[in-house]
């Protein structure tokens, strides 16, 4: 585990978040219903985190100049 995913988990850690449990007819956990306020700042951490991850990755990859990129943009908008 590198040292970034440490802190991130030890700061989960310090911060329990609020939950109710959904239980089968066997008394046993099987889904978990947490705020809507929590699950947005769940959401938005793991999208900051899929993109952190994104830009080290590429951080190795040439940049574009405009003209470049004015390209890319325009075959992205072509295919959609």
């Given amino acids: 585990m590198n040292r970034d995913n440490f802190h991130i988990l030890e700061?989960?850690?310090?911060?329990?978040?609020?939950?109710?449990?959904?239980l089968?007819?066997?008394n046993r956990k099987v889904?978990?219903?947490?705020d809507i306020k929590t699950f947005d700042k769940i959401e938005e951490a793991i999208e900051n985190y899929g993109?952190?991850?994104?830009?080290?990755?590429?951080?190795?990859?040439?940049?574009?100049?405009?003209s470049e990129a004015k390209g890319s943009f325009s075959n992205i908008k072509m295919q959609q």
């Fill in 51 to 66: 993109l952190m991850h994104f830009i080290k990755v590429n951080v190795k990859d040439k940049p574009l100049v405009v």
């Fill in 11 to 22: 700061r989960m850690k310090q911060s329990a978040i609020p939950r109710q449990y959904v």
């Fill in 24 to 26: 089968d007819e066997n």
């Fill in 31 to 34: 889904a978990v219903m947490i």
